[in-house]
């Protein structure tokens, strides 16, 4: 049913004059610097960027449809496979927003647990955003620098949910398992260490001569612009505009915290540098809170119709081995509504929008992915700059494939 | 206040100072043709062919960020078939809301809001691609996330999950 015609990609050169000078050149999908399959259909005239046009679509896998198809439960698996790199913000993301739909509460150390676990996630995909960019700059060094600690991170997750990337740790109505009991000392070593490393890092890149130049007043965004093109998270902080989501629309209980919303008024690809490495200071301080006041209690809600008893009651209570058969089998209802739910992921607010019909498998469920709109600033930051500038910008935005294709 | 308000007139006598609420019913009171408050999330229903004009008071209200547009097939169980719905923020209000825009199955087509904000150009593009609700007025209209000689629109009700075969 395509009775609209399209436009094509580039149909005709920007000004009449400009027609001999200007050139189309395909870069990617299979590039290494675009992070994954981005395709980027560029019109040059020299060096210089006329034209941007992302082409994306290559890792379409139609989540959303599938998501339809399954129980609530089942759903959280999905999730993971999104953004491979911040797996807990999309689980809890998706939770929260059937918790609401659910009226649920979630007790206070399924919370806590959650806001550590998230803020280990930002932790993580800083690492693996910062090792890539100043590789496409590159400085290979630091990616070696940055894996070290990132494995440190992903065996922190395969110890407490018995996976390294895809974990679907975080279930609806708290978690999947209690964290094994030398759990949170494990964390307190990596957290004790890890400062030092991010200064490290900050040695390594930013006094260097070339990476400075190579960042600073290139990818030029104003705030205006980023509000107006859907740019959230570090980009739109790094443009001067003041807002986080975990500390101006709380969830999961972020309001007991006490951290800075890191702001620059660069605007630029260093001002974004800038701000995630300071992100990744408050993150640690966010982390050393949790452990510090960690309440006792149950990581699961008491909801025994929605969340899967323990194996230990399934085995030896007939109630909870009922629970857990009709819960498997044919999932639970959820009564009908929308909710959409913001959270503040690695890359900016991702949103879950979810709708019910009152019956065990969502009706409707939608990402707003913050790499999918702030793909759409990549010409404003790029036209009228060097070509090798846009490798630069396109590791200032982070970009996850995943979470752009769905 | 309650919990949940449905329809226009509950909505109207315990919400009518809100700042969105108020600056329809002020510049164009009959462009409102339904509104509920559910779960601590206020849903306005928009005619269609008034949302354009009405996204941009409420622009004007102080929702300047635009977060998502997307849509939700009812097909068969309702007429209207299409409903889109746009997350609007605040970035001052520290507060959401949703508009929402019912559309026949029959012309499922409503007027672009690129022009109050840019950004809606790839989200409406990717409603366009996944239920084929048709943007009247959009800047570059074509499939972006399945391929561009694509039959059918995946997100449809009517659309098998395993595709056609």
């Known amino acids: 049913m395509s009775q609209w015609t399209a436009t094509p990609i580039l149909e005709a050169p920007v000004a009449e004059g400009a027609k001999d000078q200007t050139m189309v050149l395909n870069m990617g999908p299979q590039h290494p610097s675009t992070h994954g399959v981005l395709r980027l259909v560029l019109e040059i005239d020299g060096e210089i960027v006329v034209r941007l046009y992302p082409e994306i679509g290559y890792l379409h896998t139609g989540i959303e449809k599938t998501c339809e198809a399954k129980f609530y439960h089942q759903v959280v698996p999905l999730t993971d496979r999104i953004d491979y790199l911040s797996p807990m913000h999309n689980n809890l993301c998706y939770c929260l927003a059937v918790e609401k739909l659910l009226e649920l509460p979630i007790p206070e150390k399924a919370q806590w647990m959650r806001v550590l676990l998230s803020e280990l996630t930002r932790l993580n995909s800083h690492l693996v955003w910062l090792g890539t960019h100043a590789m496409d700059i590159g400085a290979l060094t630091v990616f070696l620098y940055t894996f070290r600690e990132r494995e440190e991170i992903l065996r922190i997750f395969e110890y407490v949910a018995g996976q390294r990337m895809m974990t679907s740790y975080i279930r609806i109505g708290g978690l999947a398992l209690e964290p094994p009991v030398d759990f949170f000392d494990r964390v307190q070593g990596f957290i004790r260490t890890f400062p030092e490393k991010i200064d490290e890092y900050s040695n390594l890149l930013t006094g260097n001569p070339i990476f400075m130049n190579r960042l600073q007043n290139v990818g030029h965004l104003s705030a205006e612009d980023a509000i107006a093109l859907g740019v959230t998270g570090p980009p739109l902080r790094a443009s001067g505009v003041d807002f986080d989501l975990r500390r101006d629309m709380p969830y999961s209980g972020y309001e007991k915290f006490q951290f800075q919303v890191p702001v620059s008024q660069r605007c630029d690809v260093w001002g974004r540098y800038e701000v995630r490495l300071q992100e990744m200071r408050e993150s640690t301080k966010i982390i050393q809170q949790a452990l510090d006041g960690m309440p006792e209690g149950a990581i699961k809600a008491d909801a025994p119709k929605i969340v899967l008893p323990d194996r230990e009651k399934m085995k030896t209570q007939m109630e909870s081995l009922i629970h857990h058969f009709k819960i498997v089998t044919e999932g639970f209802t959820v009564p009908s509504g929308e909710v959409y739910q913001g959270i503040e992921s690695s890359r900016g607010q991702m949103g879950y929008y979810v709708v019910s019909d009152g019956t065990a498998k969502p009706y409707r469920v939608h990402m707003r992915n913050p790499s999918f709109a702030s793909l759409q600033a990549l010409e404003t930051m790029c036209r009228g700059r060097m070509l090798a500038d846009v490798v630069a910008v396109i590791g200032s935005i982070d970009v996850v494939l995943g979470e752009i294709d769905r | ?165």
């Open chain 2, 1 to 165: 206040m309650s919990a949940t308000l449905h329809g226009k007139d509950a909505v109207l006598a315990e919400m009518g100072q809100h700042p969105a609420i108020s600056a329809v019913m002020e510049k164009m009171p009959d462009a409102l043709t339904d509104a509920r408050w559910d779960r601590e999330e206020l849903t306005l229903t928009i005619a269609p062919e008034k949302l354009v004009p009405v996204a941009g008071v409420i622009r004007q209200a102080g929702y300047n960020f635009l977060e998502d547009v997307t849509a939700v097939d009812w097909f068969p169980a309702q007429e209207p078939r299409f409903q889109v719905s746009y997350h609007l923020l605040s970035h001052a209000r520290k507060e959401r809301i949703r508009l929402r825009v019912m559309l026949a199955a029959s012309k499922p087509e409503v007027e672009t809001i690129t022009d109050v904000w840019p950004s809606a150009n790839y989200y409406e593009r990717e409603v366009f691609d996944l239920f084929g609700v048709h943007f009247a007025g959009h800047p570059n209209l074509r499939r972006i996330l399945m391929p561009d000689e694509w039959t059918g629109h995946p997100l449809r009700k009517d659309y098998p999950v395993e595709g056609y075969r």
